[in-house]
């Protein structure tokens, strides 16, 4: 045996109440749960023995939606996420230029800004840009990534005017671009080497394992251009291959057009094909925008913007075509839907997709799926969609949603009424859109508040659910949406050593909760 844990609480996640307070480990699996003695029974003169005073162990925790190649890369940039005002990000991109001794005409990437959080809630402009410099080419996400702005430099150098400017499935005007117009300004950006792709998936998984988790669903494709998607698959491949990959991938592949899926289907992508650390995942389809940049696709106007409706990437028939196309081979599609009026459209597409050749094994699921309807609710059920669900939206989106969609705020983010009507629903993050701990999206999805613990009442506090099912859609559930189900999500013998050992006791106060110990494959990966 190579490790014991006892004296501990281990969660089994089998069913609620399943709880042991030892566990053996050989090479990358559990071979036994039990009690002290029995377990320690097993030991030989190689075992480590860990006494852990009590401590809860749970499964380690595994993201069903987030971008681990964006989030290494954003830890290298110009952080705006504290940012509560124009004046804000102006002083601090001048403080990262100035620290970096970044030389003109050379670029500067940050993230993170909310004008939602700006006393005055204007987007900011080239012209406030400008006052950063007018000499480096910047270029500042919005939290979400579906907004940013550019600098007048930026601009000039290629050839950007300040007029309104649609383009396909996206637009942009005064240096703000939405949507598919970034792609404008992310293509002209110098490419990564392989070595910068692998470095910021190793520096990724390093802060994702202080964090607990140890499995990642990813959308890693198409970050800077579909032309380097074959790096990024090949820098994952020889992590993977040299042992470097410290947490687990199921690559939610991103390819933009039908074109392009024909071209990696034709080139052996397969879902599920790979590694116990790499898998080809789902399709996933990048459908509308996001509530804050008021460009996810709604049925009616935005309440507090009555000229929009927010952004849609596919016309219905592009979308079904797309979605069919990857059907019939035996592939999912994962759509991202934030607006009620994409979820119509995705439900479309995959309910199709179904009719015209039966796949019930294909686990279609909705990224986000934020701004619903009961009767849109029940259709996903009745279709056997699952949910790929933030928890984490809360902490912003529980002071926007109404004032965005008013009335139809009462039947979204009903993560309950999803439970009750047993719709499959993982949790994530999104991050680097929002903080990828988990501990912060359990406390959201039970006490209904943000991180402040706000609002005070919670918002639709009666869509509270329980701690113990937090932890289980953020284990089981999402072992389940990469099909994994039977070596994930639980601490049970024959599955992998996952787990997470926490400092302080969850179920009775989450936030005061931190992680001691992440294990992965038998290994400590990560120690308070």
């Not at 987030?66 to 002083?91: F, I, P, T, Y």
């Not at 898998?279 to 940049?293: V, Y």
């Not at 686990?363 to 984490?392: D, F, W």
Request: net charge negative.
């Amino acid at each position: 045996m190579d490790l014991i844990l006892y004296n501990s609480q281990i969660y089994t996640m089998r069913v609620e109440g399943d709880i042991y307070s030892a566990i053996a480990i050989k090479d990358d699996k559990i071979i036994q749960i039990g009690n002290d003695d029995d377990i320690l029974a097993l030991k030989t003169d190689d075992t480590q023995i860990i006494d852990l005073n009590q401590k809860i162990v749970l499964p380690g925790f595994n993201d069903s939606h987030m971008h681990l190649l964006g989030l290494g890369a954003s830890l290298s940039q110009v952080d705006l996420s504290s940012a509560r005002s124009k004046n804000d990000m102006v002083e601090m991109t001048k403080a990262y230029i100035k620290e970096n001794n970044i030389p003109h005409d050379e670029w500067v990437v940050g993230r993170g800004w909310n004008q939602d959080l700006f006393e005055i809630k204007d987007i900011p402009s080239a012209k406030d840009l400008d006052e950063i410099s007018t000499s480096h080419l910047i270029f500042l996400r919005r939290a979400c990534g579906h907004v940013a702005t550019c600098n007048s430099h930026l601009l000039n150098t290629y050839g950007f005017s300040l007029e309104k400017t649609a383009i396909d499935g996206g637009t942009y005007e005064n240096g703000i671009f939405k949507e598919n117009a970034l792609e404008l300004i992310t293509e002209k950006m110098p490419a990564p080497t392989t070595e910068d792709l692998k470095k910021w998936i190793q520096t990724g998984a390093t802060y994702l394992n202080r964090l607990g988790i140890t499995s990642v669903q990813s959308d890693d494709l198409c970050v800077f251009s579909e032309a380097l998607n074959p790096m990024v698959f090949n820098s994952f491949i020889e992590l993977d291959l040299k042992k470097s990959l410290h947490v687990r991938v199921y690559e939610q592949s991103l390819f933009r057009t039908k074109s392009g899926l024909i071209k990696e289907l034709k080139m052996g992508y397969q879902q599920n094909k790979g590694s116990d650390y790499f898998k080809c995942g789902p399709l996933k389809i990048l459908g509308d925008g996001s509530l804050g940049g008021r460009t996810a696709w709604l049925n009616k106007p935005y309440d507090d913007a009555k000229d929009e409706i927010g952004i849609h990437m596919y016309s219905q028939e592009e979308l079904n075509d797309y979605v069919y196309e990857a059907h019939k081979h035996g592939l999912a599609s994962a759509i991202h839907c934030i607006g009620d009026k994409m979820l119509d459209s995705a439900i479309e597409a995959i309910g199709r997709a179904q009719t015209l050749t039966p796949k019930p094994e294909l686990r279609h699921g909705i990224v986000h799926c934020q701004i619903t309807s009961k009767e849109q609710l029940e259709r996903l059920k009745a279709l056997n969609i699952m949910a790929y669900v933030q928890p984490i939206f809360l902490d912003y989106d529980a002071h926007i949603v109404r004032q965005r969609v008013g009335e139809l705020a009462d039947t979204s983010y009903n993560w309950k009424t999803m439970m009750d009507l047993d719709l499959r629903m993982s949790f994530g993050s999104d991050a680097p859109v929002d903080s990828a701990d988990p501990i912060k999206g359990i406390h959201c999805a039970v006490s209904r508040k943000g991180i402040n613990n706000k609002p005070i009442d919670g918002y639709l506090p009666e869509q509270a659910i329980t701690v113990y099912e937090a932890i289980y859609n953020y284990t089981v559930e999402s072992a389940y949406a990469s099909h994994e189900e039977h070596i994930k999500g639980r601490l049970l013998p024959g599955y992998f050593a996952d787990m997470v050992i926490l400092e302080g006791n969850i179920f009775n106060n989450i936030l005061d909760t931190s992680i001691h110990t992440t294990i992965l494959a038998g290994k400590i990966v990560y120690q308070k």
